[in-house]
C-alpha cells in the first residue's frame, strides 16, 4: 500500500511537471503578445489569464509561497525606486495639502468599496483592496493577507488600469494637447558585469526583507520592509538598486500565476456574473479622484494636468510616460503617487476591517 501511494505521488508530480511544461512558455507568450499590442501590465495580465484558462480545466496547481514572497519583494523595491529625497522634498514644502489631497483620495476609495461591498455582491475586503487606489500588482499580493479574494481583486485592479490608462491618454492629448509619448529607451534584461554589486545588493534587499516579513508575520510586510530597506540603503550611497527587466517580469508573471491558478470554473463564472459590478466601481472611483485633482489645483495651483495625473487612481508607469511626454511636473506628479500607495498599503488592513463592520 505504502509503496502504492508512493508511486500515485510521483505520478501525481510528473503530471504537473507535464503541465508547468506547457503553462510556463504559453503564459510567457501571451505576456509578449499583449505587450506588443501595448495592453498594460502584460506580463501580470497574460500569465494570469492563460493560468484562469488552465484552472478551469482543473489544473492542480499552485505558485509556491517563497516565490510568492520573493515576488512581492521585487515589487516592494521598484517602488523604492522611484524614490529619491527630493521627492521628499516636494512631499515637505507642500505637506499639508498632498496629506488632504492623498486623504480624500482614500476616503473615495473607501467610500467606492463600500458601496460595492452594500450591494452584497462582493464582500467587503474583496471590495476594500479591488477599490483600494495603489499599485495594482501591491494590492493583489497583499490582498489574500487580510481575507480578500485575490482573483476577484486582481479583476477589479487591472480593469481599473486599463480604463485609467485610456482615460489619461485620451484627456491628456484631447484635453491638454499632449503628443504621444516618445519611445523610451528599454531597460537591459540583464544586469551588466560592473552593476553585479549593486545586483546583488538589490538582490540582499529584495531576500532579506522578505525572510524578515516571514520570520515575523509583519502585515504587508513582504513589500513594504523590502522597499524601505532599499530605499535606505540607495539614499545612504551603499548600492544603486539594480532590477534587470527580466527579473522584473519574472516577477510579475509568478504573480499572475499565482492569481491565475487560484482560479477554478465556478470562479470564473461568478467573475463574468459580477464585471457590471466591477464597472460601476472602477468608474465611480476614477471620477471621484477627479474631485482631488480639483482641490489640488485649488490649494496648490498645480496646472490641471499635473494635477489629474498625481491624483489619478493606479497605473503609474504608465501616468510617468504621459507626464514625461508634457509639460507636467513629474517629481510632484511621483511623490504624490508614491506617497498614496505608502499609505494605502499601511490603512488598508484597517479601513476592509471597517469595511467590513459597517456593511
Known amino acids: 500500500m505504502i509503496a ?32 506588443f ?10 500569465p494570469m489569464l492563460v493560468a484562469i484558462v488552465f484552472a478551469a480545466r482543473g489544473t492542480k496547481l499552485s505558485v509556491a509561497r517563497p516565490l510568492m514572497l520573493f515576488s ?23 505637506i499639508l495639502s498632498v496629506l488632504l489631497v492623498i486623504t480624500t483620495t482614500v476616503i ?49 485592479q487591472f480593469l481599473r488600469v486599463s480604463m485609467v ?18 519611445k523610451l529607451e528599454a531597460s537591459s534584461y540583464f ?4 552593476e553585479l554589486p549593486d545586483f546583488l545588493f538589490t538582490l540582499g534587499a529584495i531576500i532579506g526583507g522578505a525572510s524578515v516579513a516571514r520570520a515575523f508575520g509583519v502585515p504587508s510586510g513582504g513589500v513594504f520592509i523590502p522597499m524601505v530597506l532599499a530605499f535606505g540603503l540607495q539614499n545612504f550611497g551603499l548600492m544603486k538598486i539594480t532590477l534587470p527587466t527580466a527579473l522584473l517580469y519574472t516577477a510579475f508573471t509568478l504573480i499572475g500565476l499565482w492569481v ?19 464597472l460601476v466601481g472602477t468608474i465611480s472611483l476614477i471620477l471621484l479622484c477627479g474631485i482631488s485633482a480639483a482641490i489640488l489645483v485649488w490649494l496648490v495651483g498645480v496646472d490641471p494636468l499635473t494635477a489629474y495625473l498625481a491624483t489619478t487612481p493606479g497605473a503609474l508607469e504608465a501616468i510617468t510616460i504621459i507626464a514625461v511626454s508634457s509639460n507636467a511636473d513629474v517629481s510632484f506628479i511621483l511623490s504624490i503617487q508614491t506617497a498614496r500607495l505608502l499609505i494605502v498599503i499601511l490603512t488598508g488592513p484597517m479601513l476592509a476591517k471597517m469595511i467590513c463592520r459597517i456593511t
Do not use: H
Not at 502504492?4 to 510567457?28: N, T
Not at 521628499?88 to 514644502?93: A, I, M, R
Not at 490608462?165 to 516618445?182: E, G, K, Q
Not at 491565475?260 to 466591477?278: C, N, Q, S, W, Y
Open 165 to 182: 490608462i485610456v482615460l489619461a491618454t485620451v484627456i491628456s492629448r484631447l484635453i491638454f494637447d499632449v503628443n504621444a509619448p516618445p
Open 260 to 278: 491565475g491558478l487560484k482560479f477554478d470554473r465556478e470562479t470564473v463564472f461568478k467573475a463574468i456574473r459580477l464585471l457590471p459590478t466591477m
Open 191 to 194: 544586469f551588466e558585469l560592473w
Open 37 to 46: 499590442t501595448g495592453f498594460p501590465a502584460a506580463f501580470l495580465m497574460g
Open 108 to 156: 473615495f476609495s473607501t467610500f467606492a468599496g463600500w458601496l460595492l461591498a452594500k450591494s452584497k455582491r462582493l464582500p467587503g475586503t474583496t471590495a476594500a483592496w479591488g477599490c483600494a487606489p495603489g499599485a495594482a500588482s501591491g494590492m493583489i499580493t497583499l490582498a489574500e493577507e487580510f481575507g480578500a479574494d485575490p482573483r476577484l481583486v486582481a479583476l477589479m
Open 4 to 35: 502504492l501511494a508512493m508511486w500515485k505521488r510521483q505520478m501525481v508530480s510528473l503530471r504537473q511537471i507535464r503541465i508547468w511544461i506547457f503553462l510556463i512558455p504559453a503564459s510567457v507568450g501571451a505576456a509578449y503578445f499583449l505587450q
Open 72 to 94: 512581492q519583494g521585487v515589487i516592494g523595491v521598484l517602488v523604492a525606486s522611484a524614490l529619491d529625497l527630493n521627492i521628499l522634498q516636494v512631499l515637505g514644502d507642500n
